[in-house]
């Protein structure tokens, strides 16, 4: 089982000991460090600069949202990344929701899927530097030709040549379509929230992407990287308490009320009183009392929690399902280490 340090997006300010963090998790063995974004910090300043201190792991984006770059952007970064680490870059893609794209970014949000294939299929183009990049659209065309338009605009090869034409692309997907493209045309999926509970449901709907025409991959060379907090702790209910406030706030506050994504995960693990209750308090300004309506069940279902037995169990049985790497987000360096050595031998 693959490790990889998921160090998020920035909160009110930069986090004070994420740099002290990456070089801990190079030392200890580490496959990846991974940042976020949202709608404040950026997914790959912080990515570049921490990680130049960095000899071995990979340098993610989990995830680079759509709507934030066009795809050419996306691939320049990626691949500007990719020379100045060495070879190290794995580009992590997803369409966030609504209530960002919309109210942060001013794009509509609709069709997801659609614009998600035509994304990385415009970055794949930039990789492989075989023709200047061409698109019809309808998301992304290139050249440009709409509303606007001086009928200028020319079809490019990149500049730069790319380090890597197979630099890896992961996408961030919870739903059954968006699992089976990510099997289809990417090389790895970031799974937010994992859960054994799922996990049938999850591989029936990778295997639908693996057995499309032209897909990319198989389950053989395909990554599955599950965001998961792992704690060795003797003190479970200290830190199950912890998380109520995290997942009250991904189940009941995150997105629109009409369309949470992660609400509908949970929905689909059983919890769909849990996720209404919660949502009504959380809405209500009842924060307190949204997380304490999260029971013991759901944090242990999605974070991996226990004593060094319990931990490495927990993680077996997640790999057995197929899952590759466990993307966490230890607290402090101790933390990064203490997770490296109770998982030595998994």
Do not use: C
């Amino acid at each position: 089982m693959k490790l990889g340090l998921q160090l998020g997006y920035w909160g009110a300010g930069m986090p004070p000991n994420a740099a002290e963090m990456v070089v801990a998790a190079d030392e200890a063995g580490y496959d990846a460090v991974f940042t976020a974004e949202s709608w404040g910090s950026d997914v790959f300043t912080p990515l570049a600069w921490w990680g130049s201190a960095t000899r071995n792991v990979r340098l993610g984006t989990a995830v680079a949202q759509l709507s934030a770059r066009t795809p050419t952007a996306a691939a320049m970064a990626a691949l500007t990344l990719d020379h100045l680490s060495g070879g190290r870059a794995i580009l992590g893609l997803g369409v966030s929701g609504p209530q960002v794209v919309e109210g942060w970014y001013g794009a509509p949000f609709g069709k997801p899927l659609a614009r998600t294939r035509e994304y990385v299929g415009v970055i794949r183009q930039v990789l492989a530097r075989e023709a200047p990049v061409a698109n019809p659209g309808p998301h992304y065309p290139l050249p440009y030709t709409g509303p606007g338009a001086d009928g200028l605009g020319k079809s490019l090869k990149p500049i730069t040549h790319p380090l890597r034409r197979d630099l890896p692309i992961w996408l961030g997907a919870e739903g059954p379509r968006n699992v089976a493209l990510a099997a289809e045309i990417a090389d790895g999926w970031l799974a937010v929230y994992y859960s054994d509970k799922l996990a049938e449901q999850y591989n029936t709907w990778l295997d639908d992407g693996f057995s499309r025409p032209g897909a990319r991959r198989s389950r053989a060379d395909f990554e599955v990287a599950a965001s998961v907090t792992v704690t060795v702790t003797d003190d479970r209910a200290a830190e199950f308490d912890k998380h109520r406030p995290i997942i009250a706030l991904y189940a009941g506050g995150m997105g629109a009320e009409q369309k949470n994504f992660h609400a509908d995960l949970f929905r689909r693990m059983g919890y769909a009183e849990v996720v209404d209750e919660v949502t009504a308090l959380f809405r209500a300004g009842r924060k307190a009392e949204a997380a304490a309506a999260v029971p013991d069940e759901l944090v242990g279902d999605v974070a991996i929690i226990g004593n060094p037995e319990q931990v490495r169990a927990q993680v077996k049985q997640w790999a057995d399902r197929g899952v590759t790497m466990l993307m966490i987000s230890p607290r402090t360096v101790d933390e990064v280490r203490a997770a490296a050595t109770v998982l030595a031998d998994n």
